[in-house]
């Protein structure tokens, strides 16, 4: 029996299944972005995603990204380390990890309403500083369906990702570290300026490069929450889907080409980092 | 100073997490005037509309949880047993669907298999709903695969799978009386991640036009007050219950019975 040609027929149907639906429609967006109605090739759909309205959607969709990815990263790490190093009892360590869980596929559209309910204009929060506090969020310029808006409820599902991925690389960090830096007299940001951080900056960086991606493609949640009202690209592509509303497709495939460019970016720096990361954690 | 620094990032974030739970569950209670009454979710319930969708959806994850196992479980099996080396080029594919954005796949499938292609699923409902669960699919693909794959590491598929072929075991009875009750758990935990998705998934159902839950709460959410947020309770309730029951599973689990290779 000829051996090596035989083995390979065990992956034709994974190989078949991810190729008809995963590789060959993108593939078909990333030609059609590089094509004329005629099929004749073209840079014109790239060349022609530069006009305003457009450009203002993918700076904003990035601007949002990397707020609620750098926040969530922020603050994900903060509580990641209270828990793991802050000497917090060991009883909130396993609830905290299932919320995250949790919280983490907690996205989309109740997401959404859950943040309407609360920072909305008449939510919880937004009533509760008014009647209590005097304090009106909407005189002070916060509107739940803005830039701000976004990100905070985002975070919802950024910060647990963060929790979840970067508590091993911290139970990672061996105590022999520590105390090796202290015999020879490091203080204690001197040991996490030192040691610690540039021992975890990769993962922490590949981390951040996940969630930015991870907002990046969000479409429900920003759909529910704002309906069509802020121009952001997942926002745009979705509509331009529906009814077309560029009034030419191939300038919908370059659209949809631009968000694989932005989240491959982000991925590979990921992978990349990642890879790194792990050499400390054997 | 250390421990309290610790205590004051977890309240903020308790702080951060526990609000808009209140304030979803708060708002949803607040259908009546005056009082608290579960008004809106007698009103969501009662909706033909949800009951439809709901079920809709649910079915559609029991299908894509078949499917899924059908795909994965041999594929992950056959890659550890006889094409490890191809092992971190699969592992990749499967990764895949967290780069590109779901919405510009189902924009290709919309392109790819409309009526005037070669394959023109989205021609009948039955076909657009076979697409949605393609769709589906390759969504839980990366969790389906990593959960399956970890659970394999922890049994010897070689010494398994030669010890049932000197008895005179056939590939199908490999697969689905040995492996498959081996890794169950892990299948288990696939499948309720993939639960999870499935039910609250928008963007697919939404462009390929099927009547699942997601764009039906988005529906609702636009038009209505106070049902949203009792919608947001419940599909909240149900991604719990999806986590708890992975826990639960991975806590029953037996310990493997054969030593461990890897």
């Known amino acids: 029996m000829a051996r090596l040609p035989l083995h390979w027929l065990g992956l034709v149907p994974f190989l078949l299944f991810v190729t008809l639906f995963l590789l060959a429609p993108t593939m078909y967006i990333v030609v059609g972005a590089f094509r004329t109605i005629d099929g004749t090739f073209t840079f014109d759909n790239v060349i022609g995603l530069n006009t305003a309205s457009i450009r203002s959607a993918y700076w904003v969709s990035i601007k949002i990204s990397l707020a609620s990815a750098s926040l969530g990263c922020l603050i994900g790490f903060c509580m990641a380390a209270a828990m793991t190093l802050g000497g917090l009892p060991k009883a909130i360590r396993g609830p905290l990890l299932t919320f995250s869980g949790v919280a983490s596929?907690?996205?989309?559209?109740?997401l959404a309403f859950a943040f309407l309910a609360t920072l909305g204009p008449i939510g919880l929060v937004t009533v509760f500083l008014k009647t209590s506090l005097g304090i009106d969020l909407r005189m002070l310029g916060f509107n739940i369906l803005s830039f701000w808006g976004l990100t905070i409820t985002y975070l919802f599902f950024q910060i647990p990702l963060m929790i979840l991925i970067i508590t091993?690389?911290?139970?990672?960090?061996?105590?022999?570290?520590?105390?090796?830096?202290?015999?020879?007299?490091?203080?204690?940001?001197?040991?996490?300026?030192?040691?610690?951080?540039?021992?975890?900056?990769?993962a922490i960086l590949g981390?951040?490069?996940?969630?930015?991606?991870n907002s990046f493609g969000a479409v429900a949640t920003a759909i529910a929450l704002t309906g069509s009202s802020l121009n952001?690209?997942?926002?745009?592509?979705?509509?331009?889907?529906?009814?077309?509303?560029?009034?030419?497709?191939h300038l919908g495939y370059a659209l949809a080409f631009g968000m694989i460019v932005v989240t491959g970016i982000a991925n590979t720096i990921y992978i990349v980092l990642r890879a790194r990361s792990e050499r400390w954690q054997k | 100073m250390k421990r309290l620094a610790a205590w004051a990032a977890l309240a903020f974030g308790v702080l951060y997490f526990l609000l808009p739970l209140l304030g979803m569950t708060e708002f949803s209670l607040k259908m009546r005037r005056g009082v608290y009454s579960l008004d809106a979710y007698a009103k969501v319930l009662a909706d033909p509309r949800f009951?439809?969708?709901?079920s809709y959806s649910v079915i559609m994850a029991i299908f894509t949880i078949l499917f899924g196992v059908l795909l994965v479980v041999p594929t992950a099996y056959w890659v550890r047993l006889k094409l490890p080396r191809a092992r971190p080029y699969v592992e990749f594919l499967t990764l895949l669907p967290l780069v590109i954005p779901a919405i510009v796949v189902v924009f290709g499938y919309i392109r790819l298999y409309n009526t005037s292609s070669w394959l023109p699923l989205t021609g009948t409902a039955t076909g657009t709903n076979i697409l949605l669960m393609f769709g589906y699919a390759t969504l839980s693909l990366p969790y389906m695969y990593r959960a399956v794959d970890t659970g394999l590491r922890t049994i010897d598929v070689t010494t398994l799978t030669e010890a049932a072929q000197s008895l005179g075991?056939?590939?199908?009875?490999?697969?689905?009386?040995?492996?498959?009750?081996?890794?169950?758990?892990?299948?288990?935990?696939g499948a309720f991640v993939t639960l999870a998705i499935v039910i609250g998934e928008f963007t697919l159902a939404a462009l390929l036009n099927r009547p699942a839950f997601g764009p039906y709460m988005q529906l609702l959410g636009a038009n209505r007050a106070y049902e949203p947020a009792a919608l947001a309770v419940i599909a909240f309730g149900i991604t719990w219950a999806c986590m708890g029951l992975i826990q639960l599973v991975a806590r029953l689990a037996p310990k493997p019975a054969i030593p461990v290779k890897d």
């Open chain 1, 105 to 110: 596929n907690f996205a989309g559209v109740p």
């Open chain 1, 168 to 202: 091993p690389a911290l139970d990672g960090l061996k105590r022999e570290w520590r105390e090796a830096a202290e015999i020879l007299g490091a203080t204690g940001p001197q040991y996490w300026r030192m040691v610690a951080f540039p021992i975890l900056f990769p």
């Open chain 1, 207 to 213: 981390t951040m490069a996940l969630l930015f991606a």
């Open chain 1, 232 to 249: 952001i690209v997942p926002i745009l592509l979705f509509a331009q889907i529906r009814g077309d509303v560029l009034g030419d497709p």
């Open chain 2, 51 to 54: 009951q439809e969708t709901f």
């Open chain 2, 169 to 189: 075991a056939s590939w199908f009875t490999i697969l689905g009386r040995l492996i498959l009750p081996n890794v169950l758990v892990a299948v288990l935990s």
